[in-house]
């Protein structure tokens, strides 16, 4: 799987939106950026996933650029439960290596009043 | 509440003890990952089933690391002489197969201290 780099730690302020970028210039064809973030003591909680295009859902926005080798997550409006581990992820389609899911080190996304 | 369930959601045991997690997916859902978490990392990937096959092992899962899914529903993961290094967030995730992609939900795990 394609390595992702993520800075450790961003700040936001509430009711702001929060940009957290995603470097994976390794990237192949047939792999898809997901994203899950993780609050303290629970398990992680799947956000978003693209593979070309830019996605958005209820939670989040998902621009991935033209050559795939970034992407942003956006909340579009964080509020104090948005402070939480965010991990990039790039993850294959198919193969032997299919089933599993790489996590780095992520972004500590810390949400201020 | 339909979500991805573990039990216990704590375990504290003794250095050599055995102990056993158990874990229930989403119903319908065909595939199940096991994952561990020490303090500060991320997840990581341990092994995962198809139904009743054990598609993928870690080599993190040493020798003293059993799992199964008999019936292709709930899973157990066992430890077999536990040792202090064994403490750690034990996450399962369950996926259905079958779809251009299969995203994975996480349930809330099970932290184990090895005393």
């Known amino acids: 799987d394609a390595k992702t780099t993520q800075p450790p730690s961003m700040d936001c302020a509430e009711g702001r939106a929060a940009n957290l970028p995603c470097n994976h210039s390794?990237?192949?064809?047939?792999?898809?950026v997901y994203w899950y973030r993780q609050i303290h003591s629970q398990g992680p909680q799947y956000i978003i996933h693209?593979?070309?295009n830019n996605e958005t859902n209820e939670m989040a926005s998902l621009i991935i650029t033209e050559d795939r080798k970034s992407s942003t997550l956006i909340l579009p409006h964080a509020t104090l439960r948005d402070t939480a581990v965010y991990y990039c992820i790039v993850r294959v389609s198919r193969g032997t290596s299919y089933g599993k899911l790489t996590f780095g080190q992520g972004t500590i996304l810390t949400v201020h009043p | 509440d339909t979500g991805v369930s573990q039990d216990p959601r704590h375990k504290i045991t003794k250095r050599g003890q055995n102990v056993t997690f158990r874990c229930d997916p989403i119903?319908?859902?065909?595939?199940l990952y096991w994952y561990r978490q020490t303090l500060g990392q991320g997840p990581e990937f341990l092994t995962y089933f198809q139904n009743e096959a054990q598609l993928e092992k870690s080599r993190l899962l040493s020798d003293r690391f059993s799992a199964e899914r008999p019936k292709g529903s709930f899973s157990t993961l066992e430890i077999q002489r536990t040792e202090q290094g064994d403490s750690a967030m034990y996450l399962c995730a369950s996926s259905l197969s079958g779809l251009s992609t299969d995203t994975q939900y996480f349930g809330p795990g099970t932290r184990l201290t090895v005393l």
């Open positions: 119903s319908e859902h065909n595939r």
């Open positions: 390794t990237i192949s064809g047939n792999e898809y």
């Open positions: 693209g593979l070309k």
